[in-house]
Structures are given as structure tokens and as C-alpha cells.
């Protein structure tokens, strides 16, 4: 049973263009989210977060939304850039819970 | 600059026999977990410690072994190795699990096959 969904494996962007992805749960006790992105060889590396509390946060080129009310999150990266293709993982947690659950990741391409 | 230390880095195993993946942070980090990467799976939870001492389980724990007798050190023990449990095996800490502003930080992976 998934409890955090990422239905695209993959994705290709533009460089220059908005790369948007998408992110849905099914347990509405997760109230914190997380985005990790990684390359190839290498772990998973923090982008940003979000608590359920807020409904958007912002980073510089990433921002990342929260629809309570759908279940679902999405990252945006503005302009993508080359740099961006990796791998992306979303995660949940709940507050003061000690498990941290992730979805199976998209696979972002930037393509030139 | 180390933060989370796994070795090794990659490793064959037969079938049946045992080993143990090594995990090392110098963070002081209270929270460290050990997490499985297959193809089309994510990462999905094995084991976790929220400090010294203590241990539980995660989403896929069987076949795995953890203990936690120091802040800096949590192992993983296969017990007797599967071709199932051929896989990337990376291992996180944190500052705490009830501190979310504070992220994991993850080792660089321990790749596992075994035949």
C-alpha cells in the first residue's frame, strides 16, 4: 500500500522552461513534506520542504505546493536548468513520527 | 567534512553467506535509518534508531539486523543473503526526528549483489 505516489517515472523539460512534478498521499496524517533530489552514484541530497500549515515555500529557482484538500504536492523548478536532471524523491512524514516515507521518484531530463 | 560514512561502497555476496554494511556519522545526529533503492521502488525504510540503544522497524525489515550502541555508529547485518536483497543500500541521520527543519543527510550508497 504506497502511501506517497509519484505516477511519472520520468519527465523531459526544455532547459530554460518551468519543470513541474508531481507528488500524491493517501495518509492525511502526513502534515510535513519533503523533496530530495539525487544523481547517479551518489545519495539523496535535501532540496525543500513544506508543512502542512503553509500551502506554498519557495527556494530560489524551486518551489514546492501543497493542496491538502487533493492530497497532493508539486515541485517547480524555474528556469530548469542542466544541472537539474537527476532523479527527484518526495517524501512524508508526520509530526514527531520517526518514519520518513518516500515515493518511488521522477526521473527529471533537461534536455538542451 | 565526512557526515555520513557507508562502506563499503560495493559488494558480491553468495547466497546464504553473512555481512555487515557500516554506517558512520559525525554529526552528533540522534536519528539515523537505513533505506533500500531498487529499480521502480524508491527508497523504502529497513531499519531505524532515534538514538543510542534504540531501534525499530521500518516498511521492509526482514532479513536485516541493526543495533545502535553509539551516537555515531549504526551497522546493518544480513543475516544469511538473499538474491532479493540484491540492491543500493543508503543510510541517513538527522538531528532528530522531531526536528523537521533539520533534514537527512544521506551516505553515498552501498551497492549489493548477491549471486
Given at each position: 500500500?504506497?502511501?506517497?505516489?509519484?505516477?511519472?517515472?520520468?519527465?523531459?523539460?526544455?532547459?530554460?522552461?518551468?519543470?513541474?512534478?508531481?507528488?500524491?498521499?493517501?495518509?492525511?496524517?502526513?502534515?510535513?513534506?519533503?523533496?530530495?533530489?539525487?544523481?547517479?552514484?551518489?545519495?539523496?541530497?535535501?532540496?525543500?520542504?513544506?508543512?502542512?500549515?503553509?500551502?506554498?515555500?519557495?527556494?530560489?529557482?524551486?518551489?514546492?505546493?501543497?493542496?491538502?484538500?487533493?492530497?497532493?504536492?508539486?515541485?517547480?523548478?524555474?528556469?530548469?536548468?542542466?544541472?537539474?536532471?537527476?532523479?527527484?524523491?518526495?517524501?512524508?512524514?508526520?509530526?514527531?513520527?520517526?518514519?520518513?516515507?518516500?515515493?518511488?521518484?521522477?526521473?527529471?531530463?533537461?534536455?538542451? | 567534512n565526512a557526515g555520513v560514512t557507508q562502506t563499503?561502497?560495493?559488494?558480491?555476496?553468495?547466497?546464504?553467506?553473512?555481512?555487515?554494511?557500516q554506517c558512520a556519522q559525525d554529526m552528533n545526529h540522534e536519528y539515523m535509518?537505513?533505506?533500500?533503492?531498487?529499480?521502480?521502488?524508491?527508497?523504502?525504510?529497513?531499519?531505524?534508531?532515534?538514538?543510542a540503544?534504540?531501534?525499530?522497524?521500518?516498511?521492509?525489515?526482514?532479513?536485516?539486523?541493526?543495533?545502535?550502541?553509539t551516537t555515531e555508529d549504526f551497522?546493518?547485518?544480513?543475516?544469511?543473503?538473499?538474491?532479493?536483497?540484491?540492491?543500493?543500500?543508503?543510510c541517513a541521520s538527522s538531528y532528530?526526528?522531531?526536528?523537521?527543519?533539520?533534514?537527512q543527510h544521506f551516505g553515498d550508497?552501498?551497492?549489493?549483489?548477491?549471486?
Open positions: 500500500d504506497q502511501q506517497v505516489k509519484q505516477n511519472s517515472p520520468s519527465l523531459s523539460v526544455q532547459e530554460g522552461r518551468i519543470s513541474i512534478l508531481n507528488c500524491d498521499y493517501t495518509n492525511s496524517m502526513f502534515d510535513y513534506f519533503l523533496w530530495y533530489k539525487k544523481y547517479p552514484a551518489e545519495g539523496p541530497t535535501f532540496l525543500i520542504s513544506i508543512s502542512s500549515i503553509k500551502d506554498k515555500n519557495e527556494d530560489g529557482r524551486f518551489t514546492v505546493f501543497l493542496n491538502k484538500s487533493a492530497k497532493h504536492l508539486s515541485l517547480h523548478i524555474v528556469p530548469s536548468q542542466p544541472g537539474d536532471s537527476a532523479v527527484y524523491f518526495c517524501a512524508a512524514t508526520r509530526n514527531r513520527d520517526d518514519k520518513i516515507i518516500f515515493g518511488k521518484g521522477t526521473r527529471l531530463h533537461i534536455l538542451p | 563499503p561502497k560495493f559488494q558480491v555476496l553468495k547466497t546464504g553467506q553473512s555481512m555487515t554494511l535509518s537505513w533505506y533500500r533503492q531498487d529499480p521502480g521502488m524508491g527508497l523504502r525504510l529497513i531499519h531505524y534508531s532515534v538514538g540503544g534504540i531501534t525499530d522497524q521500518g516498511e521492509v525489515p526482514n532479513g536485516y539486523n541493526v543495533s545502535r550502541s551497522p546493518l547485518r544480513l543475516l544469511s543473503a538473499a538474491p532479493s536483497q540484491t540492491s543500493v543500500y543508503f532528530s526526528f522531531t526536528r523537521l527543519d533539520q533534514p550508497g552501498t551497492r549489493l549483489s548477491i549471486l
